[in-house]
């Protein structure tokens, strides 16, 4: 690793440490670590900050809270997960990309990440409904597909309209600089993360395999003492 030839900026002065907040005083052993495999303190602290704001935005982020809003203010008879359906089967191009190919159940499974067997019902929960339709594919007569029918169709634009309505009012208090930094960092940060494994593990493994063999070391004394007070 060759972080420390990097030039590391100051952090804000909302997040600087102070002697009542001291980012990672807990995980001073860690840092301790860290640095002797290159990684210097300072990046140990943006590091634990940018953690931080991470793991918060993913618990809010799960609770769903722009989608419970738009379905309560709509009064709609639906759960989120029937909604994500709708949503996949629409596929806008801004979360699935540009997708002209027919949508299947198995296509919602691939979009959304979930079982085959769970989009197969939740499709058919949601055409019982009347906002799916089954129909046959232009391409292949024999395969069946899937496709909004006019209500669910308004569903779909009525929930990303208050959506966007709500995030459109919130970004328009934001600077085109400030946007024009953001978009492309978060973007950059969220490839990270998705890649993060086969990124980055070749990079660390020496230090991870150094970890690995510390941990099994203090585990297997840990079973050792605990065998010897049985």
């Known amino acids: 690793m060759h972080i420390r030839d990097r030039h590391i900026p100051a952090l804000p002065a909302w997040h600087r440490n ?100 769970r989009a197969s019902r939740l499709v058919s929960d949601l055409i019982g409904q009347g906002y799916v339709k089954r129909a046959v594919s232009q391409q292949d007569a024999r395969r069946t597909v899937v496709e909004l029918t006019e209500a669910g169709q308004a569903i779909v634009d009525a929930v990303r309209t208050i959506k966007f309505l709500i995030l459109g009012e919130f970004l328009s208090g934001w ?31 020496p230090e991870i395999q150094k970890v690995a063999a510390q941990l099994r070391a203090k585990l297997g004394e840990a079973g050792g003492t605990d065998q010897g007070r049985a």
Do not use: C
Not at 38 to 52: F, K, M, S, W, Y
């Open 175 to 205: 600077s085109d600089d400030e946007i024009e930094t953001f978009i492309p960092m978060l973007e950059r940060y969220s490839h990270w993360a998705e890649q993060a494994e086969t990124m980055n593990a070749g990079v660390a493994q």
């Open 18 to 117: 102070t002697e009542d907040r001291t980012i990672g005083s807990r995980d001073d052993v860690m840092k301790a670590q860290l640095e002797r495999d290159g990684i210097p303190p300072e990046v140990t602290d943006r590091a634990l900050t940018l953690d931080a704001i991470v793991q918060q935005w993913r618990r809010r982020v799960q609770k769903r809270e722009l989608g419970r809003m738009a379905l309560r203010e709509l009064d709609l008879p639906l759960d989120l997960p029937k909604l994500d359906v709708l949503i996949a089967i629409w596929a806008p191009s801004n979360e699935f990309g540009r997708d002209d190919a027919e949508t299947m159940v198995s296509t919602i499974s691939t979009r959304l990440g979930i079982d085959p067997s």
